[in-house]
């Protein structure tokens, strides 16, 4: 099974910092990656997928990069909005597998 | 609207059995491969079963043997029966859609979930 691990699990940020997120996957997924964000009793929403493409709707503040074992969330501008656990999956093979999440949270 | 709705969710005991149930509406459901994914209160998010779009399921260890996934097309309908439930499958359970094509590990529309407690 592909392992992801994510750092930092949490983090502080005040609104209108940048912050980055990163994913590490034990093998090569060369770029079949996706970013999910889950605010506490909600579903989780797809933000990015194949790496980099933004889904359909999410701000463009939110931007993804990296291929084979790293990756990362990259949040240009911090709104108030953003603050949520932000989750990472490989999409290369079954098991499908996510990271363990990284918490946003406000400074 | 796409919508994905569960049901089936409750309270069962150890070695029990439940199905949960999830309603889509709003697009073809027969040209969407579909996932069920759990999370326990307070933890990540643990994939569980997905279908393809001719009805082959997928599945990881933890379930394997325990858990089956099945559609009915007709009905627009995706399902999950679990068997032998432990302690340890309590969670919140979400049906998700598979992205178009190549894609369909990727999970664009999500249900708000239904919750399964293994308790005695």
């Known amino acids: 099974d592909i392992q992801m691990t994510q750092s930092p699990s949490s983090v502080s940020a005040s609104v209108g910092d940048r912050v980055t997120i990163t994913c590490r996957a034990s093998q090569d997924i060369s770029s079949w990656l996706a970013w999910y964000q889950q605010k506490p009793g909600k579903a989780p929403k797809l933000l990015i997928y194949?790496?980099?493409s933004l889904q359909s709707g999410v701000p463009s503040r939110f931007s993804g990069s990296g291929s084979g074992t790293d990756f990362t969330l990259t949040i240009s501008s911090l709104q108030p909005e953003d603050f949520a656990t932000y989750y990472c999956?490989?999409?290369?093979?079954?098991?499908?597998?996510f990271g363990q999440g990284t918490r946003l949270e406000i400074k | 609207e796409v919508q994905l709705v569960e049901s089936g969710g409750g309270l069962v005991q150890p070695g029990g059995s439940l199905r949960l149930s999830c309603a889509a509406s709003g697009f073809t459901f027969s040209n969407f491969e579909m996932h069920w994914v759990r999370q326990v209160p307070g933890k990540g998010l643990e994939w569980v079963s997905t279908i393809d779009t001719i009805g082959d399921p997928y599945s990881p260890g933890s379930v394997k043997g325990r858990f089956t996934i099945s559609r009915e097309n007709a009905k627009n309908s995706l399902y999950l029966q679990m068997n032998n439930l432990r302690v340890g499958d309590t969670a919140v359970y979400y049906c998700?859609?598979?992205?178009?094509?190549?894609?369909?590990?990727?999970?664009?529309?999500w249900g708000k979930g239904t919750t399964v407690t293994v308790s005695s």
């Open positions: 999956q490989q999409a290369n093979s079954f098991p499908i597998t």
């Open positions: 998700a859609r598979g992205m178009s094509g190549s894609y369909y590990y990727y999970m664009d529309v």
């Open positions: 194949a790496e980099s």
